[in-house]
Each structure stands twice: as structure tokens, then as C-alpha cells.
């Protein structure tokens, strides 16, 4: 099982880019990248799943490198509402139950 | 959009109670999924079930049992709850067949053992 490492807090100011980046030194080659995001008091809520390169959608961009060995989830222009804890998840594509939660980066946007 | 909705937001209980949490999601998922989160320790897996009646045990499953008769609802039985089971559970369910399904999760249960 690939295992996750990411920052275990960070803070930032409005209205600027933030990247987090989680290393996953032992991925495989049928793992998949994806990122969560949790509020207090809400279960987490999925933001981006990526595979190689770069992913996009309306909330972030995920960048990948070649060797897959860590990737980088930006946020763009944050505001106080992204503060939050956000989760980094390495898991195999053939099995959804081994999928495993770290600890997660405490997102704290300040003003 | 997805709902999971787990029964109770807050829940009180003593020590050696029979406790239910239940679960229940609206999308016709075939995975779901219970979880309890811990200050420092992240989300770890109690039991996930990918069918009606099937069941496997996730890397917590110790002094909890869960029960799926029906697709859409996923209980989790503490069987004689301890106070090292207080926590938040947390619920989630995912698409089968389509792998690495992003999960919806509930907003939890927070459940306290006295």
C-alpha cells in the first residue's frame, strides 16, 4: 500500500495560490492520486482524482509529475472559506477498500 | 447530488450498551463504507461492504459487527461499547465497477461512551 506524506499544516492569505504537495515514494502502477477536502463537523468531500500529468476541473488543478512520485494539489486564489484539512489518498484501482486517509494538511487562510 | 444521511448527529451512550449507527445513502451505491476519525490519527476503515449481505473487515474492525440487508442502508453495531470507542463515524459510499469512485461521505456521528 503506497503511503502519504504530506505537510501536516499550512497557512496562506486570501486571494493567493496555494499548493499542497503529498510524496507517495512506493505508488504503483495501478494506483490512482485523488484529494479530499474536510470541514469541521462535515465527513470529507472529494476535489480531484488524477492519474499522470495535470487535472483540472472548477475547484483545483492537480499536477503529477512523470514518475508519480509525489503530486501537488493547487488551489487557486483562496479565500477563508478553504480553510479546511485536506487529505491526499494513493489508491489501487482494482481495490476500492485500500484506500487509506492520512493525516491530512490543516489549510488555514488567513485574512 | 449524492446524499448520505447517518441517523443521528450526536449520540450518548454508556458503557456495555448495544450501540447502532445507521446509514443510509440515496444513489444506488454498491460500496459503502464506516470509518471513525480520531484527533491526530486521520480517517481509518472499520468495515466497508461492496453488496447486500457481504461484508469485509477494514483495518479497525475490532469490537464492532455491521449488518447490509438492504443496498441503500449500512449499520454499524458496537456490540458492548467501551469509552475507547468514543469518536466521530463517519459513513461514506462509492460506485462499484468504476474503480476509485470518488466516496460521498455523511457528516458523522458523533458518538460519546460514558
Known amino acids: 500500500l503506497a503511503k502519504t506524506t504530506q505537510p501536516i499544516s499550512m497557512d496562506s492569505y486570501e486571494g493567493q495560490e496555494v499548493n499542497i504537495t503529498c510524496s507517495h515514494n512506493?505508488?504503483?502502477?495501478?494506483?490512482?492520486i485523488t484529494w479530499y477536502q474536510q470541514f469541521p463537523s462535515q465527513g470529507p468531500r472529494f476535489i480531484i482524482q488524477g492519474y499522470k500529468t495535470k487535472v483540472t476541473n472548477e475547484v483545483a488543478s492537480l499536477f503529477i509529475p512523470a514518475d508519480r512520485k509525489s503530486s501537488t494539489l493547487s488551489l487557486p486564489r483562496v479565500s477563508l472559506s478553504d480553510t479546511a484539512v485536506y487529505y491526499c489518498?494513493?489508491?489501487?484501482?482494482?481495490?476500492?477498500?485500500?484506500?487509506?486517509f492520512g493525516k491530512g494538511t490543516r489549510l488555514h487562510i488567513l485574512p | 447530488d449524492v446524499k448520505v444521511t447517518q441517523s443521528s448527529r450526536y449520540l450518548v451512550k454508556r458503557t456495555g450498551e448495544k450501540v447502532f449507527l445507521e446509514c443510509v445513502q440515496d444513489?444506488?451505491?454498491?460500496?459503502m463504507f464506516w470509518y471513525r476519525q480520531d484527533p491526530g490519527l486521520g480517517l481509518r476503515l472499520i468495515y466497508f461492504?461492496?453488496?447486500?449481505?457481504?461484508?469485509e473487515k477494514g483495518d479497525i474492525p475490532e469490537g464492532y459487527s455491521v449488518s447490509r440487508e438492504k443496498k441503500e442502508r449500512f449499520s454499524l453495531i458496537l456490540e458492548s461499547a467501551s469509552t475507547n470507542q468514543t469518536s466521530m463515524y463517519l459513513c461514506?459510499?462509492?460506485?462499484?465497477?468504476?474503480?476509485?469512485?470518488?466516496?460521498?461521505f455523511g457528516d458523522g456521528t458523533r458518538l460519546s461512551i460514558l
Open positions: 489518498l494513493v489508491g489501487d484501482m482494482r481495490r476500492d477498500d485500500k484506500i487509506i
Open positions: 444513489m444506488d451505491h454498491e460500496n
Open positions: 461514506a459510499s462509492s460506485l462499484l465497477g468504476r474503480l476509485n469512485q470518488p466516496q460521498h
Open positions: 512506493n505508488i504503483a502502477t495501478n494506483d490512482y
Open positions: 461492504s461492496y453488496d447486500v449481505k457481504m461484508k
